[in-house]
């Protein structure tokens, strides 16, 4: 079992920016693929990004909506992944939340833990 908990939501003016973490606990995030998503009001839980490692070699995958904007990094010695958000914009506006999967990919079925989210809010 994997117990995952994010946190550093908050509200932030367009422009702004904001780092989620996502620390996990149970076992070793170096056994899983990583993944952030999110849940805006009314709307699907959506790809945000991932990344996953063979070795020491990290891969990353971003939705267009956010990439050159986001990124996901891991400290594996903290056991915890990050979700870095630059140039928030109002659509960013969601409950953002981390999974772990054996496999990952871009797909909500492809993670097996779930986190309990943590609110992101972009006002213009």
């Known amino acids: 079992q994997v117990q995952l908990v994010e946190s550093g939501g908050g509200l932030v003016q367009a422009g702004d920016s904001l780092k989620l973490s996502c620390a996990a606990s149970?076992?070793?995030?170096?056994?899983?693929?990583m993944g952030w998503f999110r849940q805006a009001p009314g709307k699907e839980r959506e790809f945000v990004a991932r990344?996953?490692?063979?070795?020491?070699?990290?891969?990353?995958k971003y939705a267009d909506s956010v990439k050159g904007r986001f990124t996901i990094s891991r400290d594996s010695a903290k056991n915890t992944v990050y979700l870095q958000m630059n140039s928030l914009k109002p659509e960013d506006t969601a409950v953002y939340y981390c999974?772990?999967?054996?496999?990952?990919?871009?797909?909500?079925?492809?993670?097996?833990?779930w986190g309990q989210g943590t609110q992101v809010t972009v006002s213009s």
């Open positions: 999974a772990a999967g054996s496999s990952g990919g871009d797909q909500r079925n492809a993670y097996d833990y």
């Open positions: 149970g076992r070793s995030l170096s056994n899983y693929a």
């Open positions: 990344i996953w490692w063979y070795g020491i070699i990290s891969y990353y």
